[in-house]
């Protein structure tokens, strides 16, 4: 499977502090993009980072990619409760086409407590 | 920012009835997906289409699914005999010519009694 695993599946903390997901995956990919799901509600596009990317930084968000432990993560700094929501990543798989199919991973349910 | 959009935003139907679920995809976007996810569950992949055709189909896109793009608009998916199992959330999705950020529309909330 070339799907991404988030980890921790769930975390909880305090507003103000900052939280961090990992994800990881199984084949080389083109881009990983992360997205924010909201519970119940549609996915919102978050950042994406290319296999010639290292880091990226978008507001308090910021990603790494590592492809060779094939692992990215997501840093939200000084969060909100707000921010309160699912985390997905999901990678494209490199397929050495312009297909543009998506892989998802399970998860990270932030939590943030005011 | 552009945006994917999708109607109904919650759809309930009987099993065995007919839903078309319909997407109106980024206007210059080439490539379109539709994603489902069952409550509690992972994102997965249905179909893709590019170039009015299917370019690839999951298992779970049986011969009860089927995708169309009738106008220049409009991308729609079309489960012909619904089953309880087809209860779930239904994202429509579309990317740039060469498939890059991929946006999801807010999804459609099918519920199969």
């Known amino acids: 499977s070339q799907q991404g695993e988030e980890d921790p599946q769930a975390l909880s903390i305090q507003e103000g502090e900052n939280a961090t997901m990992n994800c990881s995956y199984k084949?080389?990919?083109?881009?990983l993009q992360w997205y924010r799901q909201n519970s119940g509600r549609g996915l919102v596009h978050l950042i994406l980072?290319?296999?010639?990317?290292r880091e990226k930084h978008s507001g308090r968000l910021r990603v790494t990619l590592d492809t060779s432990k094939k692992s990215s993560s997501l840093l939200i700094t000084a969060s909100r409760a707000a921010d309160t929501a699912s985390y997905f990543c999901?990678?494209?798989?490199?397929?050495?086409?312009?297909?543009?199919?998506?892989?998802f991973g399970r998860g990270t349910q932030l939590t943030v407590w005011p | 920012e552009p945006e994917v959009t999708q109607t109904p935003s919650h759809q309930v139907t009987q099993m065995g009835q007919e839903v078309i679920l319909r997407c109106v995809p980024i206007?210059?976007?080439?490539?379109f997906y539709w994603y489902r996810q069952i409550l509690g569950q992972k994102v997965e992949f249905l179909v893709s289409?590019?170039?009015?055709?299917?370019?690839?189909k999951s298992e779970i896109f049986d011969d009860q699914f089927s995708v169309e793009r009738p106008d220049g608009s409009n991308f729609t998916l079309k489960i012909r005999s619904t089953k309880l199992e087809d209860s779930a959330m239904y994202f429509c999705?579309?990317?740039?010519?060469?498939?890059?950020?991929?946006?999801f529309g807010p999804g459609t909330r099918l519920t199969v009694t």
């Open positions: 999705a579309s990317s740039d010519v060469f498939p890059d950020r991929t946006y």
């Open positions: 084949t080389s990919i083109n881009n």
């Open positions: 980072i290319r296999s010639n990317e």
């Open positions: 999901a990678t494209d798989g490199n397929r050495g086409s312009t297909l543009g199919r998506l892989y």
């Open positions: 206007s210059n976007h080439l490539y």
């Open positions: 289409f590019y170039n009015n055709e299917i370019s690839e």
